[in-house]
């Protein structure tokens, strides 16, 4: 049975809390904790991705959807009913969650590359209907207007304060899924991963457990979609589109998709090679990231989180 290993969580929780103001003492990084918000928002989708892919052996080309999806119905519903945001991005992961089931329970009876196929038709429509239905989602052009967030009177309208708050929810979706994979759910995932037969001779129901975790790997994209709506103000279609849930397979590919720590990890080293790092290459961009997903493909089959043990088996030979 897995066990949560306490020491790497608090150190890691320890950097994430100084991470901020130790930036702002270094001029050179000054810009990091906005690109961070970025990839916590991302880390929630990928921690989803992972559970659902690296567990559950689903493959999904469709989550970039399911972000836009909560991204557009806290936007909506803002900017054009002011409605409470944290009202909004409750909806939002409610809409993603019945939508998750309408497109999980025909979809996750497929297997390989025919699910994959299913579930990037599913994200190509939804990104039709954000760039066609302009009376809703403001089409091509995008809707603006996006109120940020606020509790209690206390305002998130500064980029440290916006921070805190993904990196919150990034932790507390972090321990659970954490603790759903040493549960007996977990254990029933790997099971199905490894043998979808061999479970159901052992009394797994199957399509229950990929519907299930289809539909929280939908919640948390549209969580992550929501923040990103009222930290950006802005939405428009070309966030969501394929290229996106390509680069989100990424992410967790090169991370390493059998470890919610390799999930994080994608998550950081995609956002800054975004971001920061490969704006030099323009429109070429797309071809540096086939090149390192084949890399990590062929010398890295396991990501990065992988990589300590195969230092650690050229020092024994």
Same mark, same amino acid.
Not at 297 to 315: E, S
């Given at each position: 049975?897995? &066990?949560?290993?306490?020491?790497? +969580? ?15 003492? *270094? ?6 904790? !906005?690109?961070? $918000? ?19 052996? #689903?493959?999904?080309?469709? #989550? ?11 936007? +909506?519903?803002?900017? @054009? ?7 909004? %991005?409750?909806?939002?992961? %409610?809409?993603?969650? $019945?939508?998750? $089931?309408?497109?999980? =329970? ?10 994959? %196929? /299913? ?5 190509? +429509?939804?990104?039709? =209907? ?14 603006? !207007? ?21 990196? /919150? ?9 954490? @603790?759903?994979? #040493?549960? &007996?759910?977990?254990?029933?995932? &790997?099971?199905?991963? /490894? ?8 009394? =797994? !129901? ?29 939405? @428009? ?12 397979? +990424? ?13 994080? *990890? ?29 890399? $990590? ?14 230092? &650690? ?5």
């Amino acid at each position: 049975m897995l &066990r949560i290993r306490k020491l790497p +969580i608090a150190i890691f929780a320890l950097l994430m809390v100084v991470f901020p103001w130790v930036a702002g003492k *270094i001029s050179v990084v000054a810009n990091y904790p !906005d690109l961070m $918000v970025f990839a916590g928002i991302y880390c929630l989708i990928t921690i989803g991705l992972s559970l659902l892919m690296g567990y559950g052996g #689903q493959i999904s080309l469709g #989550q970039a959807a399911f972000f836009g999806i909560g991204a557009y119905v806290s936007g +909506i519903l803002t900017a @054009n009913y002011g409605l409470n945001p944290w009202f909004c %991005m409750l909806i939002g992961m %409610m809409v993603a969650a $019945v939508v998750a $089931v309408a497109v999980g =329970v025909p979809s996750l009876k497929l297997r390989g590359h025919y699910l994959a %196929m /299913a579930t990037l038709a599913f994200g190509i +429509i939804v990104f039709i =209907v954000f760039n066609e239905e302009v009376e809703w989602t403001g089409g091509p052009d995008g809707m603006s !207007d996006i109120p940020g967030l606020s509790i209690f009177g206390f305002e998130f309208d500064s980029i440290e304060k916006y921070y805190y708050l993904v990196w /919150a929810f990034v932790f507390a979706a972090f321990i659970f899924t954490i @603790n759903v994979i #040493q549960s &007996r759910a977990g254990r029933a995932l &790997r099971a199905i991963h /490894a043998s979808s037969a061999a479970s159901s001779a052992m009394g =797994v !129901d199957i399509s229950r457990y990929k519907i299930v975790v289809f539909i929280y790997s939908a919640i948390l994209a549209s969580l992550a979609g929501s923040l990103y709506a009222h930290y950006m103000n802005f939405i @428009n279609p070309s966030t969501f589109d394929l290229f996106f849930s390509i680069k989100l397979i +990424i992410m967790i590919s090169l991370g390493g998709m059998h470890d919610i720590w390799g999930a994080i *990890i994608g998550a950081f080293l995609v956002t800054f090679l975004s971001f920061e790092w490969l704006h030099f290459f323009e429109e070429f961009e797309v071809i540096v990231y086939g090149i390192i997903l084949l890399v $990590v493909t062929i010398f890295l089959p396991d990501g990065l989180v992988g990589l300590p043990g195969i230092v &650690r088996g050229w020092f024994r030979k």
